[in-house]
């Protein structure tokens, strides 16, 4: 089983800042098969970036995802109000079992 | 619209069973595959296992195995996740979230959740 270990836990920001936030893989996960969700109180996960790269459909371009084997990384450009949330990556190869982080909160500072 | 829509909250007693539905709508409910992932109050996301509505082949978690049987309704279009012999530590959030083949596989469509709260 691929283990996804996210950082930093927490992550302290103002609105406008910049926030980069870490998926190591404990071994290689095809870039084609690495999500990023953003979840928010009370609310299901929603997709944000699949493919480690493409947003998915109404995310907005201040969300980027990079990074290939088993290193990978989400980046805010310029965070907004809406974005303080958890944040969790997943691995959903061919096979089960598919797997998540265990989040990074972005939270207000 | 494309939508999940999940049965209401449960409470149990340790040992008994649980069976959470998941109704499908606005999209060819056999084309894509359903998980079901749950979520312990303020922990992270954890999966359980896949159905195929077409076929109803599943696969689940090794850590549910022998308590989890997931089933589907065409018929209705939806999809059920039952867990059996619960304990304190199966108190959580329970989602079921599609899978899309065209955005790789990712989990695009996601129910509203139903917590389950085992107790007595």
């Known amino acids: 089983e691929i283990v996804l270990t996210q950082s930093p836990g927490t992550l302290s920001l103002s609105p406008g800042e910049r926030a980069t936030l870490s998926c190591r893989a404990s071994?290689?996960?095809?870039?084609?098969?690495l999500a990023w969700y953003q979840q928010k109180p009370g609310q299901a996960p929603r997709l944000l970036i699949y493919g480690a790269s493409s947003r998915a459909t109404g995310i907005p371009d201040r969300f980027s995802g990079s990074g290939s084997g088993t290193d990978f990384t989400l980046t805010i450009s310029r965070l907004e109000p809406e974005d303080f949330a958890v944040y969790y990556c997943q691995q959903y190869g061919s096979s089960p079992p598919q797997t998540f982080g265990q989040g990074t909160k972005v939270e207000i500072k | 619209q494309v939508q999940l829509v999940q049965s209401g909250a449960e409470v149990k007693k340790p040992g008994a069973s649980v069976k959470v539905s998941c109704k499908a709508s606005?999209?060819?409910?056999?084309?894509?595959?359903m998980h079901w992932v749950r979520q312990a109050p303020g922990q992270g996301l954890e999966w359980m296992g896949i159905?195929?509505?077409?076929?109803?082949?599943?696969s689940y978690a090794q850590k549910f195995q022998g308590r989890v049987t997931m089933t589907r309704d065409t018929s209705t279009s939806t999809v059920y996740m039952e867990l059996s012999s619960l304990r304190s530590e199966d108190t959580a959030v329970y989602y079921c979230a599609r899978e899309s083949s065209w955005i790789s596989n990712a989990f695009d469509i996601w129910g509203q959740g139903t917590m389950v709260t085992v107790s007595s």
């Open positions: 606005g999209y060819t409910f056999t084309s894509y595959y």
């Open positions: 159905i195929n509505p077409s076929g109803g082949s599943t």
């Open positions: 071994q290689s996960v095809s870039s084609s098969y």
